[in-house]
């Protein structure tokens, strides 16, 4: 997907706002749209972190 709803540059954010802002968009997000996510660290704590949240969703590329 190239096309996406929002995108997120997560380092520009503190990081006790990081993940409430990822999941502030993703929320509001409609079921076809997408959003990118920028960051620059390991996403696999907010990967299991939306397996949690959302189990029955798909997540595409995190």
Known sequence: MS??????????????????????T???L??????????DHDPKPLHYQFNSMYPSNTHGNI
Do not use: D
């Not at 409609?30 to 960051?39: G, H, Q, T, Y």
């Open 26 to 28: 993703f929320e509001k």
């Open 3 to 24: 096309t996406y709803a929002a995108t997120i540059k997560v380092t520009e954010y503190p990081p006790h706002l990081k993940h409430k802002v990822i999941f502030e």
């Open 30 to 39: 409609a079921s076809s749209e997408a959003m990118l996510i920028v960051n």
